[in-house]
Nanobody
Framework: QVQLVESGGGLVQAGGSLRLSCTASGTIFEIAAMAWDRQYPGKQRELVAQ???????NYVDSVEGRFTISRDNAKNTVYLQMNSLEPEDTAVYYC???????????????WGQGTQVTVSS
């Protein structure tokens, strides 16, 4: 079992920055990839950023160049640095983990509780 705890959400003005943190615990050796997803009310969750074993990353087009996902393996923590925030970034952000053995790195085995990010204009 893996537990994920997010923090760092909040209210920020457009153009500002936030850094989200996600700390994993439990059987962390099972994790092949971690990601940040986000969800708007009444909509499906979408990938924001993902980091895969070896350090490869991918982003949704709308955040490319503004957001950066990174990790600190010693702390079992993944970060999402969000710069140049826009009102359209307002959503609940979830830390996710993909376990080893999945055919797709986009399959989600675990989610955190979510953290709200609100960007005002």
């Amino acid at each position: 079992q893996v537990q994920l705890v997010e923090s760092g959400g909040g209210l920020v003005q457009a153009g500002g920055s936030l850094r989200l943190s996600c700390t994993a615990s439990g059987t962390i050796f099972e994790i092949a990839a971690m990601a940040w997803d986000r969800q708007y009310p009444g909509k499906q969750r979408e990938l924001v950023a993902q980091i895969i074993s070896g350090g490869a990353t991918n982003y949704v087009d709308s955040v490319e160049g503004r957001f950066t996902i990174s990790r600190d393996n010693a702390k079992n923590t993944v970060y999402l640095q969000m710069n140049s925030l826009e009102p359209e970034d307002t959503a609940v952000y979830y830390c996710t983990a993909t376990l080893k053995g999945n055919a797709s790195d986009y399959y989600r085995n675990y989610w955190g509780q979510g953290t709200q990010v609100t960007v005002s204009s």
